[in-house]
């Protein structure tokens, strides 16, 4: 009896015209159910039922119906699917319990098609099976974005190491500055007490004097604001010349880069519509193939004897007897062909049924022909777009540039203008003052000259001080932020060595898990002198268009011992059927583990182990259940016997 946990946990199928299925509940609580029986009894029609609850797409609609269904109820959740009749397509409808079914359909759904399953025996690119699900091309994107940022935080480090040791040299100028301003406030002082010393000495008008004071305190503004003016255009001339330095640069930058990037590659966009266009037909060419070899191998595994009563009338009343005893007196190695109604030799519908097998690996190949084609021009486009944006930003930055080396030539011109309108009013002022000058305002006059001197001396060097300070005060801020930014270098640093090694990272553990999982099921299984199967990962350069690039890639070593003990390296080839079969369950296996599909896919499906003898099949059984919440397996009565009596077994769908 199943205890009430395992009842909430059950999960409740209801399937309508799926396969060979008519209608059918079924109920599978967790851990292995096993579907037993003969041939034609619709139990991968099930296991693909499963599936299509799942979210996958590789399920076949029953021959006779327009419509079918699956309803999943499990963990308190329902999903419904519903497949309905296109032509000659089937449109899926309906949300699964999986958004993206892929990489289960790749390492979870293990039917006798399954990709990764059949890879070992066909000699596929295990090393790409794996990868497969793993978006390469993102990770690789945010690795620049990384090192993008990690080198702007490393240019402003620098920026503030470089900015850091200033600050001795600026706090020295500020001390030598405030005393120097503090030298000039004494002379100053002294300057004021002789002037007013003077002026109760000198007999004259009040406003004589009164003028006098006034064209001096005019020649002091005047001559104040020449001195300004000149600095402004000393930092002007420093502007432009920094300017004119950062356009040569931008220059030799620009020459580096092609005049035209994109110029040479009009014609990428339209290659690569084509091949994604052709990717895109190559694909529903594969799954209109694979839908029609799973159509024609169940119904040579079904014998289909429903469909031939639907043949032609005249037929049948010539018969002395039902279409369907005609179809059991032929011979065993004929059959009525579903498509025509002709008697033909089984053995002539399984060859045709292999060439269409042959010419799906044609398909599939010249897919991963376009596919590389496409990632290649892809690759050289991005490229050509990186370069044209990269000249059309220096392009911007050249056109600002002369634009400011414009605008700051015109403000340059008119400070020269200024500078002499300046001078000009500095010896106009100078010359009144001359005038103004008698030998009693001589002394008077030299004092306020040297006074107004000193003022102007004292202006400079608060504005200096001021500069200097907010120069001091900005290192040091900027020195406050420099901890938080060797933090956030070290976060990323961190993040880079994750992105940098996360591919390898699942190689290394694909492999292991496969080495680990391989070694334990020969133990486990004992076949005769075959000591180890694993892959090494081993470099490979390949060519990829007309570049040469360095590849991991999977090797297969197969060790066996001879009689004499010797051991010895064999081929895939030399496996036997059984042994392939493990070999390409394990490798499924690795790939369920190694993308922790655990985590996210209660169901894992076995089908087709008939080349497995009934031991081994239950052992292998026991030894996946490990790794999946409900793993159901299609097994012929025979060999679900030799599965313990505990696990549950469905005899009627």
Same mark, same amino acid.
């Given at each position: 009896?199943?205890?009430?946990?395992?009842?909430?946990?059950?999960?409740?199928?209801?399937?309508?015209?799926?396969?060979?299925?008519?209608?059918?509940?079924?109920?599978?609580?967790?851990?292995?159910?096993?579907?037993?029986?003969?041939?034609?009894?619709?139990?991968?029609?099930?296991?693909?039922?499963?599936?299509?609850?799942?979210?996958?797409?590789?399920?076949?609609?029953?021959?006779?119906?327009?419509?079918?269904?699956?309803?999943?109820?499990?963990?308190?959740?329902?999903?419904?699917?519903?497949?309905?009749?296109?032509?000659?397509?089937?449109?899926?409808?309906?949300?699964?319990?999986?958004?993206?079914?892929?990489?289960?359909?790749?390492?979870?759904?293990?039917?006798?098609?399954?990709?990764?399953?059949?890879?070992?025996?066909?000699?596929?690119?295990?090393?790409?099976?794996?990868?497969?699900?793993?978006?390469?091309?993102?990770?690789?994107?945010?690795?620049?974005?990384?090192?993008?940022?990690?080198?702007?935080?490393?240019?402003?480090?620098?920026?503030?190491?470089?900015?850091?040791?200033?600050?001795?040299?600026?706090?020295?100028?500020?001390?030598?500055?405030?005393?120097?301003?503090?030298?000039?406030?004494?002379?100053?002082?002294?300057?004021?007490?002789?002037?007013?010393?003077?002026?109760?000495?000198?007999?004259?008008?009040?406003?004589?004097?009164?003028?006098?004071?006034?064209?001096?305190?005019?020649?002091?503004?005047?001559?104040?604001?020449?001195?300004?003016?000149?600095?402004?255009?000393?930092?002007?001339?420093?502007?432009?010349?920094?300017?004119?330095?950062?356009?040569?640069?931008?220059?030799?930058?620009?020459?580096?880069?092609?005049?035209?990037?994109?110029?040479?590659?009009?014609?990428?966009?339209?290659?690569?519509?084509?091949?994604?266009?052709?990717?895109?037909?190559?694909?529903?060419?594969?799954?209109?193939?694979?839908?029609?070899?799973?159509?024609?191998?169940?119904?040579?595994?079904?014998?289909?004897?429903?469909?031939?009563?639907?043949?032609?009338?005249?037929?049948?009343?010539?018969?002395?007897?039902?279409?369907?005893?005609?179809?059991?007196?032929?011979?065993?190695?004929?059959?009525?062909?579903?498509?025509?109604?002709?008697?033909?030799?089984?053995?002539?519908?399984?060859?045709?049924?292999?060439?269409?097998?042959?010419?799906?690996?044609?398909?599939?190949?010249?897919?991963?022909?376009?596919?590389?084609?496409?990632?290649?021009?892809?690759?050289?486009?991005?490229?050509?777009?990186?370069?044209?944006? $990269?000249? !059309?930003? *220096? &392009?911007?930055? %050249?056109?600002?540039?002369? +634009?400011?080396? #414009?605008? =700051? /030539?015109?403000? @340059?011109?008119?400070?020269?203008?200024?500078?002499?309108?300046?001078?000009?009013?500095?010896?106009?002022?100078?010359?009144?003052?001359?005038?103004?000058?008698?030998?009693?305002?001589?002394?008077?006059?030299?004092?306020?000259?040297?006074?107004?001197?000193?003022?102007?001396?004292?202006?400079?060097?608060?504005?200096?001080?001021?500069?200097?300070?907010? $120069?001091? !005060?900005? *290192? &040091?801020?900027? %020195?406050?932020?420099?901890? +938080?930014?060797? #933090?956030? =270098? /070290?976060?990323? @640093?961190?993040?880079?060595?994750?992105?940098?090694?996360?591919?390898?990272?699942?190689?290394?553990?694909?492999?292991?898990?496969?080495?680990?999982?391989?070694?334990?099921?020969?133990?486990?299984?004992?076949?005769?002198?075959?000591?180890?199967?694993?892959?090494?990962?081993?470099?490979?350069?390949?060519?990829?268009?007309?570049?040469?690039?360095?590849?991991?890639?999977?090797?297969?070593?197969?060790?066996?011992?001879?009689?004499?003990?010797?051991?010895?390296?064999?081929?895939?080839?030399?496996?036997?059927?059984?042994?392939?079969?493990?070999?390409?369950?394990?490798?499924?296996?690795?790939?369920?583990?190694?993308?922790?599909?655990?985590?996210?896919?209660?169901?894992?499906?076995?089908?087709?182990?008939?080349?497995?003898?009934?031991?081994?099949?239950?052992?292998?059984?026991?030894?996946?259940?490990?790794?999946?919440?409900?793993?159901?397996?299609?097994?012929?009565?025979?060999?679900?016997?030799?599965?313990?009596?505990?696990?549950?077994?469905?005899?009627?769908?």
């Amino acid at each position: 009896m199943p205890t009430s946990e395992q009842v909430s946990q059950t999960a409740e199928f209801t399937v309508q015209n799926i396969g060979g299925i008519d209608s059918t509940q079924v109920s599978i609580p967790p851990g292995v159910t096993v579907l037993t029986g003969k041939n034609a009894t619709n139990r991968t029609s099930f296991l693909q039922s499963i599936m299509a609850a799942m979210g996958s797409n590789q399920a076949t609609l029953k021959g006779d119906a327009d419509e079918g269904r699956i309803q999943l109820n499990i963990h308190g959740e329902t999903y419904e699917r519903t497949l309905t009749r296109a032509g000659d397509a089937v449109a899926f409808d309906g949300d699964g319990y999986l958004d993206d079914p892929e990489v289960a359909d790749l390492f979870a759904f293990l039917l006798e098609t399954n990709e990764a399953r059949q890879s070992v025996a066909q000699g596929d690119d295990l090393r790409e099976i794996i990868m497969r699900p793993v978006d390469i091309d993102d990770i690789k994107n945010r690795i620049r974005e990384l090192e993008g940022e990690k080198d702007d935080i490393n240019d402003e480090l620098a920026t503030i190491e470089d900015r850091k040791t200033d600050i001795p040299k600026l706090e020295q100028r500020r001390n030598q500055i405030q005393e120097q301003i503090q030298e000039k406030k004494d002379e100053l002082e002294e300057k004021e007490a002789e002037l007013d010393e003077s002026n109760r000495d000198i007999e004259s008008s009040r406003e004589d004097q009164e003028e006098l004071e006034a064209k001096l305190d005019d020649l002091r503004s005047t001559r104040s604001d020449l001195e300004s003016t000149r600095r402004q255009i000393e930092t002007q001339n420093e502007s432009i010349s920094s300017l004119k330095q950062e356009r040569s640069d931008l220059e030799d930058e620009l020459e580096d880069l092609p005049e035209t990037p994109m110029g040479d590659h009009q014609h990428l966009e339209t290659e690569i519509e084509q091949l994604r266009e052709k990717r895109q037909t190559l694909n529903s060419q594969i799954s209109d193939l694979q839908s029609l070899i799973q159509y024609n191998e169940e119904r040579l595994e079904d014998e289909d004897y429903e469909v031939l009563e639907t043949l032609d009338d005249s037929e049948q009343s010539e018969s002395s007897g039902s279409p369907t005893d005609e179809l059991l007196g032929n011979d065993d190695d004929s059959v009525t062909c579903w498509t025509c109604g002709s008697t033909v030799e089984r053995e002539q519908i399984e060859n045709t049924v292999e060439r269409l097998q042959e010419r799906r690996q044609d398909l599939v190949q010249e897919l991963n022909d376009v596919k590389s084609e496409l990632e290649e021009l892809k690759a050289t486009q991005r490229e050509a777009k990186q370069q044209q944006n $990269e000249r !059309e930003q *220096i &392009e911007r930055k %050249l056109t600002d540039i002369e +634009d400011e080396i #414009e605008s =700051r /030539d015109a403000q @340059l011109d008119s400070l020269k203008s200024q500078r002499e309108e300046l001078t000009d009013d500095v010896e106009s002022l100078e010359a009144d003052v001359d005038d103004l000058e008698s030998d009693d305002f001589e002394e008077v006059l030299s004092l306020h000259k040297e006074a107004n001197q000193l003022e102007f001396a004292i202006d400079s060097l608060e504005s200096d001080l001021e500069e200097i300070t907010e $120069e001091i !005060e900005e *290192i &040091e801020d900027m %020195l406050d932020r420099a901890d +938080d930014l060797r #933090e956030e =270098r /070290d976060e990323l @640093l961190e993040q880079l060595t994750d992105e940098r090694t996360k591919i390898d990272q699942i190689e290394a553990d694909a492999v292991d898990e496969f080495n680990e999982h391989m070694d334990a099921m020969l133990e486990i299984l004992d076949y005769e002198n075959l000591d180890r199967i694993w892959i090494e990962r081993v470099e490979q350069t390949v060519r990829e268009g007309r570049r040469k690039v360095d590849k991991t890639a999977f090797d297969l070593h197969i060790v066996r011992t001879t009689e004499n003990g010797a051991a010895y390296e064999d081929t895939v080839a030399h496996l036997s059927e059984s042994e392939r079969e493990v070999t390409g369950l394990i490798f499924a296996l690795a790939g369920y583990l190694v993308h922790d599909l655990y985590e996210t896919v209660p169901f894992m499906l076995l089908d087709s182990l008939e080349a497995i003898d009934s031991a081994r099949i239950a052992q292998l059984v026991e030894y996946f259940e490990d790794y999946a919440e409900y793993l159901v397996v299609a097994l012929l009565p025979e060999d679900a016997q030799a599965l313990d009596d505990n696990v549950n077994r469905v005899t009627a769908i």
